[in-house]
């Protein structure tokens, strides 16, 4: 009996390491489906870009150059205007700097003239308004002057 529950304890090992191999072996097929289908879904992806890539390559690179052909002139005539602009400053500033020169010279003799006019009148309502304090002085002056002569006399008497 001893035997044959040996032979029954072997025939119930061997039979539980086969359901742990076939579980490994099921794993490993699940893991191999999985990366399988997820490979092939990447394969298939790439290959509907190049599909749909391969009609419209073309027109993309008609865009592009038709894009860089606009700015290429947007940026000539910017470039353009801008050198345009330039000469049209210097040869109006080689044909007008001595006008404009004289034009500043003058304006500046006469706000000088101007300038030189309006001190000539300060300084005449100024001296005037001083000799009138002084005037008012050697009056004030004057009377405290004949006020003392009144009181010498008074004194004197």
């Given at each position: 009996?001893a035997e044959s529950q040996s032979r029954y304890s072997?025939?119930?090992?061997?039979?539980?390491?086969?359901?742990?191999?076939?579980?490994?072996?099921?794993?490993?097929?699940?893991?191999?489906?999985?990366?399988?289908?997820?490979?092939?879904?990447?394969?298939?992806?790439?290959?509907?870009?190049?599909?749909?890539?391969?009609?419209?390559?073309?027109?993309?690179?008609?865009?592009?150059?038709?894009?860089?052909?606009?700015?290429?002139?947007?940026?000539?005539?910017?470039f353009n205007r801008a050198k345009q602009q330039l000469?049209?400053?210097?040869?109006?500033?080689?044909?007008?700097?001595?006008?404009?020169?004289?034009?500043?010279k003058k304006s500046q003799q006469d706000m000088k003239?101007?300038?030189?006019?309006?001190?000539?009148?300060?300084?005449?309502?100024?001296?005037?308004?001083?000799?009138?304090?002084?005037?008012?002085?050697?009056?004030?002056?004057?009377?405290?002057?004949?006020?003392?002569?009144?009181?010498?006399?008074?004194?004197?008497?």
């Open positions: 009996m072997i025939m119930a090992e061997l039979n539980n390491r086969k359901t742990n191999e076939r579980d490994k072996l099921a794993n490993l097929e699940r893991d191999k489906d999985n990366h399988v289908f997820d490979e092939e879904r990447k394969v298939a992806q790439i290959v509907e870009e190049v599909v749909a890539k391969e009609k419209s390559y073309k027109l993309d690179y008609a865009d592009r150059q038709r894009q860089r052909e606009v700015n290429l002139k947007m940026n000539t005539d910017d000469e049209e400053g210097m040869k109006d500033d080689k044909d007008n700097f001595e006008p404009r020169f004289q034009e500043w003239a101007l300038i030189e006019k309006e001190l000539e009148r300060y300084k005449k309502i100024q001296d005037k308004k001083i000799a009138d304090k002084k005037a008012v002085i050697e009056e004030i002056e004057a009377g405290i002057a004949s006020l003392k002569e009144m009181s010498k006399e008074q004194k004197g008497e």
